[in-house]
C-alpha cells in the first residue's frame, strides 16, 4: 500500500536535546513537507522540499533543519533552539507541480508525530 | 497576518441537516482552493477542491462553492452524517513554483444524531 508513515506516534524529549522526526512515504512523490500544528491553529508550514538534495524554509522555519538525501524520505530535526517545539507535527508530500499552470498541488498528509518537550 | 481564514471555530449540525463551513482569503494571486477533514491525532485527508476558474465543484455529498469577488469559499454537507463530526480546513495555493498550501485554522463539525 501506498502511503506516508511517520514514526513515532508520540514522542518525549527534555528540554534542550534535538530530537529528529522521521517521514517516509512510497507514493514516489517529488515534493515533501513539514508542518506544525498547535491547539486552535491551523496547519504552518516549516520546511519543503521539491526534489532531492534540495529544500526550502517555510514560514516558521526557526530552529527547525532538514535534510532530503533520498526522494523517499525528510527527515525533522527539531533542535534545542526552538523556543516552544511542543506541537503535532505533521509530514506531506505531493507531485511535483513544477509548471505555473499545473492545476493543483494535492498534498497526502501522514499520521503525525505529537512530540512533547518536558 | 492570515492569508486564509475561517472565522467560524466550530459549528454543531442536527444529522440529515445541511452544514456550511467558509472560509475568506485575503491573497487573490490564490488559484486553487482545497478542503481537507482532520480527526484528533491523525493527519488530515484531502476532501474535495476547486480551481479559481470554476464556481462549484461537486463530489457526493460535498460541494463547494467559490465566489472570486467576495474572496469567499464554501464547504457545503448534505446530509450530514455522525461520521463527518471532524475538523475542516480550508486551503489555498498559489501561483509560487513551489504551489504551497496556505491553511486556515480549521472549524470542528459536530454532527448530532
Known amino acids: 500500500d501506498g502511503g506516508i508513515t511517520q514514526s513515532p506516534k508520540y514522542l518525549f524529549r527534555k528540554e534542550g536535546q534535538n530530537v529528529t522526526l522521521s517521514c517516509e512515504q512510497n507514493?514516489?512523490?517529488?515534493?515533501m513537507y513539514w508542518y506544525r500544528q498547535d491547539p486552535g491553529q491551523g496547519l504552518r508550514l516549516i520546511y519543503y522540499?521539491?526534489?532531492?538534495?534540495?529544500?526550502q524554509k517555510g514560514d516558521i522555519a526557526e530552529g527547525y533543519s532538514v535534510s532530503r538525501e533520498k526522494k523517499e524520505s525528510f527527515p525533522l530535526t527539531v533542535t534545542s533552539a526552538q523556543k516552544n517545539p511542543t506541537a503535532f507535527y505533521l509530514c506531506?508530500?505531493?507531485?511535483?507541480?513544477?509548471?505555473?499552470?499545473?492545476?493543483?498541488?494535492?498534498?497526502?498528509f501522514g499520521p503525525g508525530t505529537r512530540l512533547t518537550v518536558l | 497576518d492570515q492569508q486564509v481564514k475561517q472565522n467560524s471555530p466550530s459549528l454543531s449540525v442536527q444529522e440529515g441537516r445541511i452544514s456550511i463551513l467558509n472560509c475568506d482569503y485575503t491573497?487573490?494571486?490564490?488559484?486553487?482552493f482545497l478542503w481537507y477533514k482532520k480527526y484528533p491525532a491523525e493527519g488530515p485527508t484531502f476532501l474535495i477542491s476547486?480551481?479559481?476558474?470554476?464556481d462549484k465543484n461537486e463530489d457526493g455529498r460535498f460541494t463547494v462553492f467559490l465566489n472570486k469577488s467576495a474572496k469567499h469559499l464554501s464547504l457545503h454537507i448534505v446530509p450530514s452524517q455522525p461520521g463527518d463530526s471532524a475538523v475542516y480546513f480550508c486551503?489555498?495555493?498559489?501561483?509560487?513554483?513551489?504551489?504551497?498550501?496556505?491553511f486556515g485554522s480549521g472549524t470542528q463539525l459536530t454532527v448530532l444524531p
Open positions: 491573497n487573490s494571486m490564490f488559484d486553487y
Open positions: 476547486i480551481s479559481s476558474i470554476k
Open positions: 522540499s521539491q526534489i532531492v538534495n534540495d529544500f
Open positions: 506531506a508530500s505531493s507531485i511535483r507541480t513544477g509548471s505555473l499552470s499545473s492545476s493543483y498541488n494535492e498534498q497526502f
Open positions: 486551503a489555498a495555493s498559489g501561483t509560487g513554483s513551489a504551489r504551497q498550501l496556505t
Open positions: 507514493l514516489n512523490h517529488d515534493a
